[in-house]
């Protein structure tokens, strides 16, 4: 277990360029305000504690410190006087600055984040992001689907579309959005080896090929989200889904299928490594953002990857596109905050820090550039959302006390201030340690539910330890 626990830790490098991209433009966001501002900047550190290395200049000192895991702009004024009264000064110092400016200092990094955002989903699309793809088969087909009625079947094979050649399931519903629906279609088929052909109406290709789905997926184990009920009890890559509750599992969907209405109740999982059977008690959890109260269980395994293809834009393209992805990816992150905010018990293991985000950024290394930018997006955009909650000593705390100055149209006194951090500082420490605790504890419990999972039955539950 030693030396797994040492591979894990040495693993998680990538968390380093991660985490220094993220911290690096929020302090740039706060530091470029407070000097367009006209605050005074000491220091812009990347990195908290001693300093490695640094240098001066124009009253600003820049530097890198040892430990990376933050970092931070200091300006003049940013805490009170040592007789705990609000500093001396005039609009050079942060807390004597207009309540305006220091709303526009404090968002200022979170907006950062968002800017940082935009512009890594938007190389996303121009780089290109693998997406899942299909062999040349269709998979089931409802008896009712227009489809099915005109003589297709599960397992026909799709060869060409108007004489245009076919290998790939991207490549058929490429060619019959090029075609519209203006027009019919010739869509060639083989089966059992003989050669078919169906003629689509004009007005009814798109509709008709949005009936269609692709093969199904093999049960085997792609992914373990951390945190969820399959990585606690330890799940791997690689291992093979055989039956969900006494029943048989063949397809992934199988899975989904077998865990709808089951969250929070103990289901019996019975899996193949490497050939040798094992089975585990899993308790799925309430894990979609869209629908948190739904009864569907989630146990946290995807699918393998398989086949890919790569959606690449034009600049022209991946701009609007960047903005749209940028929205839903801020809706999935606040969506995701408020599922954990209100039930952080339930929740507490899919929280983490350092540790987790850099077991995040390992995978998202090993699937590719897009997952690792995919991910990058989602940093900048937890951090954002994270930062403007209303709580002291994040920037949300900032712009509180700012707009209520505002209302009251009067400064708040050093006394009023200082009681008002330390609420902060017991919240925030109080997080803090519970992000740390689980951040340890995850993958130790990790690592021993791997050591025993083949070996004997397991039972693991959302709610308790």
């Not at 705990?84 to 110092?93: D, N, T, Y």
């Not at 596109?321 to 929740?347: D, I």
Request: with cysteine; net charge positive.
């Amino acid at each position: 277990m030693g030396s797994s626990f040492l591979n894990n830790f040495l693993s998680f490098w990538p968390v380093l360029p991660l985490l220094g991209i993220v911290i690096f433009f929020h302090e740039l966001g706060h530091f470029l305000a407070a000097k367009w501002r006209g605050v005074t900047v000491l220091k812009f550190s990347l990195g908290m504690g001693p300093e490695m290395v640094g240098f001066s200049h124009g009253g600003t000192r820049y530097c890198l410190s040892w430990i990376p895991l933050g970092g931070f702009v200091q300006m003049a004024g940013d805490s009170l006087s040592e007789d705990g009264s609000m500093p001396a000064g005039g609009p050079e110092q942060f807390l004597t600055h207009p309540w305006y400016g220091r709303v526009i200092i404090a968002i200022a990094g979170p907006a950062a984040n968002l800017v940082v955002a935009w512009f890594v989903v938007l190389v996303m699309f121009v780089t290109g992001m693998k997406q899942v793809d299909y062999v040349n088969m269709f998979g089931s087909l409802r008896p009712t689907s227009a489809p099915y009625v005109a003589g297709v079947r599960e397992g026909d094979l799709f060869k060409s579309l108007d004489g245009k050649p076919l290998s790939r399931w991207h490549e058929l519903l490429q060619a019959a959005d090029a075609l519209g629906d203006k027009q019919p279609a010739v869509l060639e088929l083989e089966r059992d080896g003989q050669p078919l052909s169906v003629t689509i109406p004009a007005g009814q290709v798109r509709s008709w090929f949005s009936a269609l789905n692709p093969p199904p997926i093999p049960a085997t184990v792609g992914s373990v989200a951390p945190g969820m009920p399959a990585y606690r009890a330890g799940v791997l890559e690689g291992d093979r889904v055989v039956a969900v509750d006494g029943k048989p599992v063949r397809w992934f969907e199988d899975i989904v299928e077998n865990l709808k209405g089951k969250a929070d109740q103990p289901v019996r999982f019975r899996l193949e490594r490497k050939g040798k059977p094992y089975e585990l008690d899993l308790t799925p959890m309430r894990a979609d953002p869209e629908h948190p109260d739904s009864k569907n269980g989630y146990v946290g395994i995807g699918a393998e990857r398989g086949l890919t293809w790569i959606d690449k834009r034009t600049f022209g393209e991946a701009v609007p596109a960047a903005f749209t992805g940028t929205g839903a990816l801020v809706s999935m992150v606040y969506k995701n905050l408020w599922m954990t905010l209100s039930r952080p018990v339930y929740y507490r293991q899919a929280v983490g820090g350092p540790i987790l985000i850099g077991q995040m950024a390992r995978d998202s290394a090993k699937q590719g550039l897009d997952s690792f930018l995919y991910l990058l997006a989602m940093i900048n955009l937890a951090i954002m959302s994270f930062n403007l909650l209303p709580v002291p000593l994040l920037d949300g705390g900032h712009i509180t006390l700012a707009l209520i100055e505002a209302v009251r149209r009067r400064a708040m006194s050093g006394r009023s201030y200082i009681n008002f951090q330390k609420v902060g500082l017991v919240l925030v420490g109080s997080l803090f340690i519970f992000i740390f605790s689980q951040d340890i504890l995850r993958p130790i419990e990790r690592l021993r539910a791997v050591d025993k999972a083949p070996r004997e039955t397991t039972t693991v539950d959302p709610t308790h330890r």
